[in-house]
């Protein structure tokens, strides 16, 4: 009997594209439902970015801050269609869902600190980080994240503008 259902599983899943055999199935369904993706295996090559010179000085990045990460990221790719990668690790624990809601622009959804409130914060696209975080400084802004290289290609930083208004920086 054992072989049938599998055989009729089998068969079920190639009927609708799928070409998973019917016993992973359940292991990814699984994951899936509690809104986690397979990471990248061990000894994988580091992730890195490319900068985009075009689109220096644009708003590239919103970090949305949020009491329930893995709702947001639910909610957000059904209503908004945005597509996500994989988890990756946050610089200071805990998982950053990467999202694109276009190919020039994008985000991560990161879970609060017990300081923090949920929201969203932005960031632009610079050519130089530490270059535009000096400048930020030397003309009134206050240093609230010296640069700090989080992957290959890109380093962030962030700053709070004269009237309170926090920007993040992000370039090589």
Wanted: charged share 25%; with cysteine; hydrophobic share 35%.
């Amino acid at each position: 009997m054992a072989k049938k259902s599998k055989r009729l599983a089998k068969k079920s899943a190639s009927k609708s594209g799928n070409k998973r055999s019917a016993r992973k199935a359940p292991a990814r369904s699984a994951r899936k439902a509690a809104g986690r993706s397979t990471r990248k295996a061990a000894g994988s090559s580091p992730r890195k970015h490319t900068p985009t010179p075009g689109l220096y000085g644009w708003i590239t990045h919103t970090e949305l801050v949020s009491a329930d990460p893995l709702a947001t990221k639910a909610w957000a790719a059904k209503v908004l269609g945005w597509k996500f990668q994989p988890p990756m690790p946050a610089h200071d624990g805990g998982d950053y869902h990467l999202f694109a809601y276009s190919d020039k622009g994008g985000g991560g959804i990161r879970e609060i600190k017990p300081f923090e409130t949920p929201g969203s914060n932005f960031t632009v696209h610079v050519s130089d980080c530490q270059e535009a975080f000096d400048k930020a400084v030397r003309e009134g802004a206050e240093a609230m994240m010296p640069p700090t290289r989080i992957m290959e290609g890109v380093t962030i930083a962030m700053v709070r503008a004269p009237g309170g208004v926090p920007v993040g920086l992000a370039g090589p």
